[in-house]
């Protein structure tokens, strides 16, 4: 061989090696998890492992519903190779569309459906949907203490949720939806219309709005309300429905994407998030309450559904509440 060509041979088989290298050092991860904790978690992770990470967000006010259409038209060619969650039913959509890779791991759950059945996704971290009250407009006598206190006329006007239609709120109306039946279901987003609950583009700016006095009180996730309260806003979290089935709860997901560009780093970061230690981590910076590792048991009552119930409540429950609100 000429010393031209040689030269030329080794230099493509040096970048073809770089290149090979860079992918094997890659990780991209789309997310719907609060970019003010997973930045901190991936940051963390980062500096960790030494990958070259590179992270989508989704936006507060479209919730998981922006990744999921993404996660859909990339089926074929996934750019990604983590979906990290914020809630489980569009997780459980996906997974049924048959978007993930199965990845068995032995955990000590608290419960069987926080990990998907053959083994494509698994749960991480646990909330709760509450109320958040201020305090400075509201006596504690008078805080409400039932969600049907969401359709009390004595609040008309003076209550906020998220756009139920996205995210964590989707999922628990999804829920809502299942467990009161249609009629019911359909009465009872009525009486939120008629008492003029404002639908807000999510779950913080539903926070902020009470805490500036906009509302008297809201339905939003405990994480929300910790946030808040940390940085000192005038604000208190109920766990309503005490007396009888308790507070909607939540858990964050992640999984691997089916035919991901990058695997081995895919599976490094899921056996990253999935242990006790980093759940705790996530208590510590407020993403979550409860970790669902450990065995504890909540201190407030509480119920859920299995995801893969809901995954065929989601349309029917939006199409009532968007027949209503709009």
Request: one cysteine or more; charged letters at 30%.
């Amino acid at each position: 061989m000429k010393p031209k060509k040689l030269i030329i041979t080794l230099l493509s088989l040096l970048l073809i090696s770089c290149s090979t290298q860079d992918k094997k050092n890659q990780l991209i991860i789309y997310t719907s998890v609060d970019q003010i904790f997973s930045s901190k978690i991936i940051k963390e992770f980062k500096k960790e492992s030494g990958l070259d990470i590179k992270v989508l967000y989704d936006t507060e006010a479209s919730k998981a519903v922006g990744l999921e259409k993404r996660l859909l038209a990339e089926k074929r060619h996934p750019r990604a190779d983590i979906f990290w969650n914020s809630e489980f039913m569009r997780m459980a959509r996906l997974d049924k569309a048959g978007l993930f890779e199965s990845y068995p791991k032995d955990l000590n759950y608290t419960r069987e459906y926080y990990h998907s059945q053959n083994y494509s996704w698994y749960g991480v971290g646990l909330r709760a949907r509450v109320f958040v009250v201020n305090r400075n407009l509201m006596k504690k006598e008078d805080y409400p203490q039932r969600l049907e206190d969401l359709t009390d006329s004595k609040y008309r006007g003076k209550i906020a949720l998220s756009m139920p239609y996205f995210g964590t709120a989707s999922t628990h109306f999804s829920a809502l939806y299942q467990k009161m039946g249609e009629e019911k279901f359909r009465e009872f987003i009525q009486k939120l219309k008629d008492n003029r609950v404002a639908l807000l583009a999510g779950n913080s700016v539903v926070r902020d709005a009470v805490a500036r006095g906009d509302y008297l009180f809201g339905l939003v996730d405990s994480d929300d309300v910790v946030v808040g309260i940390k940085n000192g806003l005038p604000i208190e979290m109920v766990y309503y429905n005490q007396e009888s089935d308790g507070v909607f709860t939540i858990f964050g997901t992640v999984a691997m994407l089916k035919n991901a560009p990058n695997p081995k780093s895919a599976k490094r970061f899921i056996d990253y998030l999935l242990t006790k230690e980093q759940e705790q981590r996530f208590i510590e910076l407020g993403a979550v309450q409860y970790g669902i590792l450990d065995n504890k048991r909540l201190t407030f009552g509480s119920w859920s559904k299995k995801p893969s119930l809901l995954v065929e409540s989601l349309t029917p429950s939006v199409e009532i509440m968007r027949s209503i609100f709009e």
